[in-house]
T-cell receptor, first 114, second 117 residues
Framework: EADIYQTPRYLVIGTGKKITLECSQT?????MYWYQQDPGMELHLIHY???????EKGDLSSESTVSRIRTEHFPLTLESARPSHTSQYLC?????????????FGSGTQLSVL | AQKITQTQPGMFVQEKEAVTLDCTYD???????LFWYKQPSSGEMIFLIY??????QNATEGRYSLNFQKARKSANLVISASQLGDSAMYFC??????????????FGKGTHLIIQP
């Protein structure tokens, strides 16, 4: 069972607010990821990290930023939320098991920007 | 072009029947991996099964098996003896290249499976 936690589970905020979505894992994984998922759609990678002080942008352009100051913590920040940011955000970490890089996901944060 | 195509947006299946969820993929890389994930209504993504492009045999994990047809670029998920708890979204995903990272994981649009009693 994966030990990766996301808070909050649901967030409804007004336009222009700064928000931080929290993601923590207790498995000691170096690799962590943020995916964005619109309803009924596929997941798109927006950020990833291969370790402390390492962050990269993913395939989908995003106005969000991330930081990786500690191995277990990979928060995502939106400086000024807009309705177009309304989506589900899924955090994941991965490790190689039997030669296969397996992703473990959190339960997600459903963000609604009014 | 879509790298992962799941042609079934939704499926209704009777409990205890076997289910096949379709997935086709597109890549020119000879080394790749194929994944299936389950996403229940609670939102988390649960890893189900993995197939490597060089694996000779189809992957199996309990009631899940992957029907890997390399020439057709097809990686269908088969669930035997479906249960009510199998109702969820199912995503097929691919990682290209032989690198160890999962940053190249591309997901399909998913299939919403509903198991009826």
């Amino acid at each position: 069972e994966a030990d990766i936690y996301q808070t909050p589970r649901y967030l409804v905020i007004g336009t222009g607010k700064k928000i931080t979505l929290e993601c923590s894992q207790t498995m000691g994984h170096d690799k962590m990821y943020w995916y964005q998922q619109d309803p009924g759609m596929e997941l798109h990678l927006i950020h990833y990290s291969y370790g402390v002080n390492s962050t990269e942008k993913g395939d989908l352009s995003s106005e969000s930023t991330v930081s990786r100051i500690r191995t277990e913590h990979f928060p995502l920040t939106l400086e000024s939320a807009r309705p177009s940011h309304t989506s589900q955000y899924l955090c994941a970490s991965s490790e190689s098991i039997g030669g296969v890089e397996k992703l473990f996901f959190g339960s997600g944060t459903q963000l609604s920007v009014l | 072009a879509q790298k992962i195509t799941q042609t079934q947006p939704g499926m209704f299946v009777q409990e205890k029947e076997a289910v096949t969820l379709d997935c086709t993929y597109d890549t020119s890389d000879p080394s790749y991996g194929l994944f299936w994930y389950k996403q229940p209504s609670s939102g988390e993504m649960i890893f189900l099964i993995y197939q490597g492009s060089y694996d000779q045999q189809n992957a199996t994990e309990g009631r899940y098996s992957l029907n890997f047809q390399k020439a057709r670029k097809s990686a269908n998920l088969v669930i035997s003896a479906s249960q009510l708890g199998d109702s969820a979204m199912y995503f097929c995903a691919m990682r290209e290249g032989s690198g160890g990272g999962a940053d190249g994981l591309t997901f399909g649009k998913g299939t919403h499976l509903i198991i009826q009693p």
